[in-house]
Protein backbone atom coordinates (compact mmCIF):
# COMPACT_ATOMS: atom_id res chain seq x y z
CA UNK A 1 0.00 0.00 0.00
CA UNK A 2 1.12 3.68 -0.78
CA UNK A 3 1.35 5.79 2.55
CA UNK A 4 3.52 8.69 3.05
CA UNK A 5 3.87 10.68 6.13
CA UNK A 6 5.60 13.63 7.09
CA UNK A 7 7.95 14.84 9.53
CA UNK A 8 9.74 17.75 10.88
CA UNK A 9 9.91 20.60 13.34
CA UNK A 10 7.05 21.89 14.70
CA UNK A 11 8.36 25.41 16.09
CA UNK A 12 10.51 27.77 14.62
CA UNK A 13 11.47 31.25 15.53
CA UNK A 14 11.08 34.08 12.15
CA UNK A 15 14.16 33.72 10.20
CA UNK A 16 15.24 30.54 10.63
CA UNK A 17 14.87 27.60 7.79
CA UNK A 18 11.75 25.28 7.69
CA UNK A 19 12.92 21.16 6.75
CA UNK A 20 10.37 19.10 6.13
CA UNK A 21 10.35 15.22 4.92
CA UNK A 22 8.31 13.37 3.22
CA UNK A 23 8.99 9.55 3.89
CA UNK A 24 7.10 7.30 1.14
CA UNK A 25 6.23 3.85 1.00
CA UNK A 26 4.33 1.41 -1.46
CA UNK A 27 5.26 3.18 -4.29
CA UNK A 28 9.12 5.05 -5.70
CA UNK A 29 9.21 8.47 -6.35
CA UNK A 30 11.37 7.72 -9.07
CA UNK A 31 8.61 5.39 -10.72
CA UNK A 32 5.64 8.39 -11.74
CA UNK A 33 3.55 11.23 -10.40
CA UNK A 34 4.17 14.48 -9.17
CA UNK A 35 5.48 14.88 -5.26
CA UNK A 36 4.03 17.30 -3.71
CA UNK A 37 4.03 19.39 -0.60
CA UNK A 38 0.70 21.79 0.16
CA UNK A 39 0.18 23.96 2.87
CA UNK A 40 -3.27 24.85 5.01
CA UNK A 41 -3.46 28.47 6.76
CA UNK A 42 -6.47 27.93 9.41
CA UNK A 43 -10.11 28.99 8.06
CA UNK A 44 -8.46 28.70 4.37
CA UNK A 45 -7.77 26.84 1.42
CA UNK A 46 -5.20 24.56 0.03
CA UNK A 47 -1.95 26.43 -1.10
CA UNK A 48 0.50 24.15 -3.27
CA UNK A 49 3.79 24.81 -2.40
CA UNK A 50 5.85 23.20 -4.59
CA UNK A 51 6.36 19.56 -6.75
CA UNK A 52 9.13 17.35 -8.31
CA UNK A 53 8.28 15.01 -10.61
CA UNK A 54 10.03 11.28 -10.75
CA UNK A 55 12.19 12.44 -12.76
CA UNK A 56 13.74 15.49 -10.33
CA UNK A 57 11.95 18.64 -12.27
CA UNK A 58 10.83 20.95 -9.98
CA UNK A 59 8.12 23.54 -9.95
CA UNK A 60 7.26 26.00 -7.53
CA UNK A 61 5.04 28.57 -6.58
CA UNK A 62 5.61 32.03 -7.36
CA UNK A 63 3.50 33.60 -4.62
CA UNK A 64 6.18 31.90 -2.22
CA UNK A 65 8.96 34.84 -3.05
CA UNK A 66 11.35 32.42 -3.96
CA UNK A 67 11.67 31.23 -0.61
CA UNK A 68 11.06 27.48 -1.49
CA UNK A 69 13.19 24.44 -2.28
CA UNK A 70 12.03 20.98 -3.00
CA UNK A 71 14.22 17.64 -3.17
CA UNK A 72 14.80 14.17 -3.55
CA UNK A 73 16.65 11.36 -2.24
CA UNK A 74 15.99 8.33 -4.23
CA UNK A 75 18.15 5.81 -1.72
CA UNK A 76 15.69 6.92 0.91
CA UNK A 77 12.34 7.57 -1.10
CA UNK A 78 11.65 10.48 0.07
CA UNK A 79 11.01 13.85 -0.84
CA UNK A 80 11.77 16.73 1.19
CA UNK A 81 10.88 20.74 1.37
CA UNK A 82 12.81 23.84 2.49
CA UNK A 83 11.09 27.22 3.49
CA UNK A 84 13.64 29.96 4.05
CA UNK A 85 13.02 33.13 6.19
CA UNK A 86 9.90 32.23 7.51
CA UNK A 87 7.21 34.33 9.21
CA UNK A 88 4.72 33.87 11.46
CA UNK A 89 2.05 34.14 8.03
CA UNK A 90 3.79 30.41 7.37
CA UNK A 91 2.15 29.17 10.39
CA UNK A 92 0.44 26.08 8.70
CA UNK A 93 -0.19 22.41 8.64
CA UNK A 94 2.11 21.34 6.15
CA UNK A 95 1.26 18.22 3.92
CA UNK A 96 3.06 15.80 1.43
CA UNK A 97 1.20 14.27 -1.44
CA UNK A 98 1.05 12.57 -4.55
CA UNK A 99 -0.92 13.94 -7.57
CA UNK A 100 -1.62 12.11 -10.75
CA UNK A 101 -2.93 15.02 -12.81
CA UNK A 102 -3.85 15.79 -15.07
CA UNK A 103 -4.37 19.12 -12.95
CA UNK A 104 -5.15 18.51 -9.44
CA UNK A 105 -5.37 14.50 -8.76
CA UNK A 106 -4.35 14.06 -4.99
CA UNK A 107 -4.50 10.13 -4.94
CA UNK A 108 -2.17 10.00 -1.46
CA UNK A 109 -1.91 12.57 1.27
CA UNK A 110 0.16 12.38 4.22
CA UNK A 111 -1.76 13.18 7.84
CA UNK A 112 -0.32 16.43 7.96
CA UNK A 113 2.22 18.48 10.43
CA UNK A 114 1.36 21.51 11.97
CA UNK A 115 4.43 23.93 11.90
CA UNK A 116 3.90 27.31 14.29
CA UNK A 117 6.54 30.10 13.27
CA UNK A 118 6.49 32.39 16.66
CA UNK A 119 8.60 35.65 17.56
Known amino acids: QVQLQESGPGLLNPSQTLSLTCTVS?????????WTWVRQVPGKGLEVLAH???????NYNPALEGRTSISRDTSKNQFTLQVSYVSPEDTAVYYCARNDGPGPNYAYWGQGTQVTVSA
Open 26 to 34: GISVATSYY
Open 52 to 58: IDYIGIT
